[in-house]
C-alpha cells in the first residue's frame, strides 16, 4: 500500500468514527424531540419550563410542539444523512481504497443527498414555523459545495477504479 494510500484510509477511518458520533446524536436528539413533542402534546411539560427551554416569555404549548416538530424534522435529515455517511466509510475501510465503482457511485449518492436533502429539510421547517407561528432557523451552511464537491470527488474515484482495472487486466 503506498504512503499516499495510507493517509487516505487513516483520513477515513477518522471521518467514519465522526460519522459514526454524528448517526448516535442525530439519533439522541430525534428521541429527546419525540419525547419533547409527546410531553408537550399530553400536557407533561409545564408552560414555565417550556418558556425557560425555549428561551422565550410569553409561550404556548403548541408553539412548544411546532419547536419539537421542527426539530424532529431536523433530527430526521441528520439521522438519514450521518447515517449513510457511515454506510459509505465502513465500505470504503472495507475496500481498503475509494477507487472502487461501488464507492464511487456511493459517494456520487452521499453528494446528491447532501444538495438535497437540506432543502426539503428547510421547506419542512419552514411549513411548521407558518403553522405555528415560530421561528426555528435551519440554515444549509455549506451543504451545496459540499455536494458539488462529493460528486465531482465521486467521479475521481471512478476514474481511478477504471485506471485500476485497466492495470489488473
Request: one cysteine or more; proline letters at 2%.
Amino acid at each position: 500500500m503506498s504512503k499516499n494510500l495510507q493517509i487516505v484510509q487513516k483520513i477515513s477511518k477518522v471521518l467514519g468514527i465522526l460519522s459514526k458520533i454524528a448517526f448516535i446524536m442525530s439519533i439522541v436528539g430525534l428521541v429527546c424531540c419525540i419525547v419533547g413533542l409527546v410531553l408537550s402534546i399530553v400536557g407533561g411539560l409545564s408552560p414555565e419550563l417550556a418558556a425557560k427551554v425555549a428561551k422565550e416569555d410569553n409561550i404556548t404549548m403548541k408553539q412548544v410542539s411546532g419547536y419539537c416538530l421542527s426539530g424532529l424534522l431536523i433530527c430526521i435529515v441528520s439521522v438519514i444523512v450521518a447515517k449513510l455517511h457511515k454506510d459509505y466509510f465502513e465500505m470504503e475501510q472495507a475496500a481498503g481504497t475509494p477507487f472502487t465503482a461501488e464507492s464511487a457511485k456511493a459517494f456520487r449518492t452521499l453528494g446528491i443527498v447532501n444538495l438535497v436533502a437540506p432543502f426539503i429539510c428547510v421547506i419542512a421547517v419552514a411549513i411548521v414555523n407558518s403553522i405555528f407561528k415560530i421561528k426555528v432557523d435551519y440554515s444549509m451552511d455549506g451543504s451545496f459545495m459540499t455536494g458539488v464537491a462529493m460528486i465531482l470527488l465521486s467521479f475521481v474515484f471512478a476514474y481511478g477504479s477504471e485506471l485500476e482495472e485497466k492495470v489488473k487486466s
